[in-house]
C-alpha cells in the first residue's frame, strides 16, 4: 500500500512557477514509478510527466515539454514537478500517482494508487 499526498499547488500569474510535491508514506516507494496527471471540469484524467523508479527515465506530454521538470528523491519518499513559464491552461487539479515499474505508460488506469489533487491556477 501507498498513500499519496500532494502540496504545492497555488495562483500564480502567467509565465510563472510552482513546484507540486507528492509525499509518499508506505512501504518500497523506491521501487514504484510515479506519475503526474491532470484534469480539469468535465474532461478526462491527462498524462503530464513519468519518472521511473531510479529517476533513469523520465517522459513528458508534450504541451508540457521543455516547461515542467519531473524529479524524486527515493530517501525522503518524495517526487516532484517543477513547473516554469506556466500558462492559463495550465490551470486545473494535479494529481501524483504510484504504480509497479513495468515501464513507461501514460494512460491513469495503469497507475493503483493515486492522491487527492492539489489545484493549480495560472492567471493572465
Known amino acids: 500500500q501507498v498513500q499519496l499526498v500532494e502540496s504545492g499547488g497555488g495562483l500564480v500569474q502567467a509565465g510563472g512557477s510552482l513546484r507540486l510535491s507528492c509525499a509518499a508514506s508506505g512501504r518500497a516507494f523506491s521501487t514504484y514509478a510515479m506519475g503526474w496527471f491532470r484534469q480539469a471540469p468535465g474532461k478526462e484524467r491527462e498524462f503530464v510527466s513519468y519518472?521511473?523508479?531510479?529517476?533513469?527515465?523520465?517522459y513528458y506530454a508534450d504541451s508540457v515539454k521543455g516547461r515542467f521538470t519531473i524529479s524524486r528523491d527515493n530517501d525522503e519518499n518524495t517526487v516532484y514537478l517543477q513547473m516554469n513559464s506556466l500558462k492559463p491552461e495550465d490551470t486545473t487539479v494535479y494529481y501524483c500517482a504510484a504504480d509497479n515499474d513495468y515501464g513507461f505508460v501514460p494512460t491513469p488506469g495503469s497507475y493503483e494508487y493515486w492522491g487527492r489533487g492539489t489545484q493549480v491556477t495560472v492567471f493572465s
Open positions: 519518472i521511473s523508479w531510479s529517476g533513469g527515465n523520465t
